[in-house]
């Protein structure tokens, strides 16, 4: 008999239309725990506890995000990630023991879109995978229905149909979440955007618990793009910089 399951907010899967998650994770209780939740919430969900076993199961079982904890047997989460984006490219939801800004935004710099730190809800780690997926989503559909144009802010340019960005004529490697972060800023240059207004266009995330990753993105963002591009407004949040006419 097939089964049915009804997420959190309400959508339908069904096996045919289910989405595939592979979490890696060393701690049996922590994976089990995540595996469980996102079964309810409709996903198929495989596991693996090392490195190796990580890279495997991706290559072999195609998911369609990853769950990917950083301290890991074999090799780290963060030479998973590096050597999962080299198959093809994948979201990842990258989980950290340490509040630790640097493993925050080396994992942003090896392909990582968002990340979590434990200890955290599964509410919340529910709700980063469904909008991670429906970026994925949205940037499907942009790639088929593409804007027109080319945006040229001085040195910066962001080409909307290929998703691409280049920086004094080069190209520069954005996430998904990084290319769609620039963009919101872009979209309204030199308007100061607050961190829960970045939050809710970028992630639809509506939670003020969340701007701590706006923070990392938007330091991984200018150190692709130059630190002097993005303005900090204390206190408010953030502004992408232009020329003086």
Same mark, same amino acid.
């Given at each position: 008999?097939?089964?049915?399951?009804?997420?959190?907010?309400?959508?339908?899967a069904t096996p045919g239309a289910q989405r595939?998650?592979?979490?890696?994770?060393?701690?049996?209780?922590?994976?089990?725990?995540?595996? *469980?939740?996102?079964? *309810?919430?409709?996903?198929?969900? $495989?596991?693996?506890?090392?490195?190796?076993?990580?890279?495997?199961? &991706?290559? *072999?079982?195609?998911? !369609?995000?990853?769950?990917?904890?950083?301290?890991?047997?074999?090799?780290?989460?963060?030479?998973? #990630?590096?050597?999962? $984006?080299?198959?093809?490219?994948?979201?990842?939801?990258?989980?950290?023991?340490?509040?630790?800004?640097?493993?925050?935004?080396?994992?942003?710099?090896?392909?990582?879109?968002?990340?979590?730190?434990?200890?955290?809800?599964? =509410?919340?780690?529910?709700?980063?995978?469904?909008?991670?997926? =429906?970026?994925?989503?949205?940037? &499907?559909?942009? *790639?088929?229905?593409?804007?027109?144009?080319?945006?040229?802010?001085?040195?910066?340019?962001?080409?909307?149909?290929?998703?691409?960005?280049?920086?004094?004529?080069?190209?520069?490697?954005?996430?998904?979440?990084?290319? !769609?972060?620039?963009? #919101?800023?872009?979209?309204?240059?030199?308007a100061v955007l607050s961190r829960e207004q970045?939050?809710?266009?970028?992630?639809?995330? &509506?939670?003020?618990?969340?701007?701590?990753?706006?923070?990392?993105?938007?330091?991984?963002?200018?150190?692709?793009?130059? &630190?002097? =591009?993005?303005?900090?407004?204390?206190?408010?949040?953030?502004?992408?910089?232009?020329?003086?006419?």
């Amino acid at each position: 008999m097939e089964q049915t399951h009804t997420s959190h907010n309400g959508t339908t899967a069904t096996p045919g239309a289910q989405r595939r998650v592979l979490v890696v994770e060393d701690d049996p209780t922590i994976v089990d725990a995540i595996a *469980a939740r996102l079964r *309810a919430e409709g996903f198929l969900v $495989q596991t693996a506890g090392d490195g190796p076993a990580a890279v495997d199961t &991706a290559e *072999a079982w195609q998911p !369609d995000l990853l769950i990917l904890d950083i301290m890991l047997p074999g090799f780290d989460g963060l030479e998973v #990630c590096r050597r999962v $984006q080299a198959q093809r490219p994948v979201p990842v939801l990258m989980l950290t023991a340490r509040d630790d800004e640097t493993d925050m935004l080396v994992g942003l710099g090896v392909g990582a879109d968002d990340y979590m730190t434990k200890p955290f809800s599964m =509410r919340e780690l529910a709700a980063r995978v469904h909008v991670l997926l =429906r970026r994925v989503e949205r940037a &499907a559909l942009a *790639a088929t229905t593409p804007r027109s144009g080319i945006l040229r802010l001085g040195e910066l340019e962001i080409d909307h149909a290929q998703r691409r960005v280049r920086v004094h004529s080069e190209d520069v490697h954005l996430t998904p979440t990084e290319f !769609d972060l620039l963009v #919101c800023l872009a979209n309204t240059p030199r308007a100061v955007l607050s961190r829960e207004q970045l939050l809710a266009e970028v992630w639809d995330w &509506a939670d003020a618990s969340g701007t701590r990753t706006v923070d990392s993105h938007i330091k991984a963002l200018r150190r692709k793009i130059g &630190a002097e =591009r993005i303005r900090t407004v204390h206190g408010v949040g953030y502004a992408l910089e232009t020329p003086t006419p």
